[in-house]
Structures are given as structure tokens and as C-alpha cells.
């Protein structure tokens, strides 16, 4: 069925270090990829989308490429910050099948 | 600009007792979704509507119900609660007319069964 395998965490980083959380996933029609990110006690808050093959998605300094041929969509960002300490959801979504499979969420600390 | 919309935000409730949870999505979407996180693990789809018709099914215990009305809210329905109901339930809604599976989430209803 359809799937997605983040990398687990947790990630712990110093300010303005480069982050990648990777993300594969496996769906039998064309899935809408997103990340979502989860700040301590809120809600979901959508990140970035791509709908289709080679799109990318980018809010915030967080960038991430739909890439068909290793089915990834891995998350990244040049220069993190403390603020950007939450947990991070690939998520996925397939036009026949509504609901959203999320991975397993990876939490990333940020230290000053 | 408006965004979905989940009360209450916090329930305590015993073990067996009942339990409903509101959701209001963002006007004009047609879809709703129902997921349920439990402490440290991803969300969990439960149940979904489009346009007040039940449209997908997930892991929801028969004890659970839901349903969406005439104005597009939704309640979910819980029965005979148990321990391990507690979780952070959250409600979503997409406008799936308009082509888009793009989920808006609302803050979620902490439920705490004791």
C-alpha cells in the first residue's frame, strides 16, 4: 500500500548548521508530497507541497524535490535556526485514495 | 484567514464514558478528515467526507462514530472510551473539487481518558 519512510530521529543541530531529513515513499498511483511540521503542543502546519515528478516546494528557507526516480523527497535547509526546533512529518496524498499516510515524524533540536 | 476550526481543545474523560469532538474546516472545502496521534507517533487517518458522504475509512474502532452535517462540521463520536483513546485527535479539510489534496489541519482536541 501507499507509504512513506522518513529517517528517524532525533536530530540534534547547532544554528546555521545544514539540515537534511530524508524521505522516500511508495504509492501505486501519482501522490501530492508535503512536509508538515509540528511546533511543541500545536497543530499540523503545512510546509511545502509538490504535486508532480521534479517540482520543487520551498516556505521558509526549507526546500524539498519531488524526485520520481528514487521516490524521495527529501527535506533540507541551508542554515537552520533554534526556531526551527519541532518535529517534521513527509507526508503523502494519492488522487484515489484521499487520506494523508505521514512517516514517523523526525524531531530536530536546533541549539544556540 | 480563517483556518479549521476543533473544540474543545482539551477533555478529560473517564474510562467508558463518551466523548464528542467538533470540527469546523475552512469555508467552502468539501472534504474533512479525522486522524487521531497518539503520544510520540505519526497521525493516524481515521475517517474522511466529501460533501457529507463518508469517503474513506481508516483504523477507526467500531466504538467510534462521525459524521458531517448540512454545514459542513463534523463530529466524531466516541463510545465506551478507553485508556489507550487517549491522543491528540486533529481534524483537516481540503477543497478536493478544486483539484488540490493539500490538508489544512486544525490545533487538535488533547483527549486524556482516565
Known amino acids: 500500500g501507499d507509504s512513506v519512510t522518513q529517517m528517524e530521529g532525533p536530530v540534534t543541530l547547532s544554528e546555521e548548521a545544514f539540515l537534511t531529513i530524508n524521505c522516500t515513499y511508495t504509492?501505486?498511483?501519482?501522490?501530492?508530497l508535503f512536509w508538515y511540521v509540528q511546533y511543541p503542543g500545536e497543530g499540523l502546519q503545512l510546509l511545502l507541497k509538490?504535486?508532480?515528478?521534479?517540482d520543487k516546494g520551498s516556505n521558509k528557507g526549507f526546500e524539498a524535490t519531488y524526485r520520481k526516480e528514487t521516490t524521495s523527497f527529501h527535506l533540507e535547509k541551508g542554515s537552520v535556526q533554534v526556531s526551527d526546533s519541532a518535529v517534521y512529518f513527509c507526508a503523502l496524498s494519492v488522487y484515489n485514495n484521499n487520506d494523508m499516510r505521514f512517516g514517523a515524524g523526525t524531531r530536530l533540536t536546533v541549539k544556540p | 484567514a480563517a483556518g479549521v476550526i476543533q473544540s474543545p481543545r482539551h477533555l478529560i474523560k473517564e474510562k467508558r464514558e463518551t466523548a464528542t469532538l467538533k470540527c469546523y474546516p475552512i469555508?467552502?472545502?468539501?472534504?474533512v478528515y479525522w486522524y487521531q496521534q497518539g503520544p510520540g507517533q505519526d497521525p493516524q487517518f481515521l475517517i474522511s467526507f466529501y460533501e457529507k458522504m463518508q469517503s474513506d475509512k481508516g483504523s477507526i474502532p467500531d466504538r467510534f462514530s462521525a459524521q458531517q452535517f448540512s454545514d459542513y462540521h463534523s463530529e466524531l463520536n466516541m463510545s465506551s472510551l478507553e485508556l489507550g483513546d487517549s491522543a491528540l485527535y486533529f481534524c483537516a479539510s481540503s477543497l478536493v473539487a478544486g483539484g488540490s489534496y493539500e490538508q489544512y489541519f486544525g490545533p487538535g482536541t488533547r483527549l486524556t481518558v482516565t
Open positions: 469555508p467552502r472545502h468539501d472534504t
Open positions: 504509492a501505486t498511483g501519482y501522490p501530492s
Open positions: 509538490a504535486t508532480k515528478a521534479d
